[in-house]
């Protein structure tokens, strides 16, 4: 009788899963990694997203605002108002409120003011603008800073009671202030705020006049307008002078002023 033979298969060395464990290891970063990088891709692309409707509208706006002056005396002044903006609403506050649960009818009326609040008048800056000014109060000379330099109807220095806004903030859209959703979406609008600076335009026609320096007459009724939009806002009364707030999206544009 012959003897049975058993043949055992041969298993994994140590060493063999632990290879192997480390190629999967790192297959998986790379795969996670991946992930990351494409949520934050998609977080960016949805911020510029935000920030490029909104320089636009604002374009709109002012375009449409400069077309229209106002005649106190002898002097133009316009109006801006960008709707569903604030000069007093801060997302902080509306936060808390948000997470006391009182976001639906315990949300006060006047919360970000009213639109005649949120309305505001503006000159044109008189001086040329030069590259070497340096410093705020210096700037203010040769450039219009808005919310900040706003007038009032008149004309006449516009006092702000809170203090100076700094920027306009959105506010939460009416679903969100009625209560009627629930969590706060980081690409939430009241998370967006915007400013803008008008100077006027460098550039010369081709008309000579040799009074002129520079011998070509500028062209005094364009001007440059500088969008800043942020995302998320420190302001100066609650951090200090001395904060630094960095725009997510910067863009200029010409527009041309009626006088």
Not at 69 to 96: A, C, H, M, Q, W
Not at 226 to 238: A, D, F, Q, S, T
Request: net charge neutral.
């Amino acid at each position: 009788m012959k003897p049975v033979t058993r043949r055992f298969k041969r298993g994994f060395t140590l060493t063999e899963i632990l290879v192997a464990m480390a190629i999967f290891a790192l297959g998986g970063s790379a795969i996670v990694a991946l992930f990351i990088t494409n949520a934050r891709l998609s977080r960016q692309a949805m911020d510029y997203t935000r920030a490029a409707e909104i320089s636009r509208n604002v374009r709109s706006l002012i375009t449409t605002s400069l077309s229209r002056p106002i005649l106190i005396g002898n002097e133009p002044v316009y109006k801006f108002d960008y709707p569903g903006s604030s000069l007093t609403f801060r997302p902080t506050e509306y936060t808390k409120l948000y997470e006391q649960g009182k976001t639906g009818g315990e949300v006060p009326a006047s919360l970000g003011g009213t639109p005649v609040e949120n309305s505001l008048f503006f000159k044109l800056p008189k001086n040329m603008f030069d590259v070497r000014i340096r410093g705020e109060e210096n700037l203010r000379q040769v450039q219009t800073w808005l919310p900040n330099d706003a007038t009032d109807a008149n004309g006449g220095a516009r006092s702000f009671p809170n203090g100076r806004p700094e920027v306009f903030r959105l506010m939460p859209d009416r679903l969100r202030q009625a209560g009627a959703l629930d969590g706060l979406d980081p690409d939430d609008r009241m998370f967006y705020s915007f400013d803008f600076t008008i100077r006027r335009s460098v550039m010369r026609s081709e008309v000579e006049d040799p009074s002129i320096p520079g011998g070509k007459v500028p062209l005094n009724d364009l001007f440059v307008v500088h969008v800043k939009v942020y995302k998320g806002y420190e302001y100066r009364e609650e951090a200090g002078e001395e904060v630094v707030n960095d725009p997510l999206y910067e863009w200029d544009f010409y527009v041309s002023a009626a006088r």
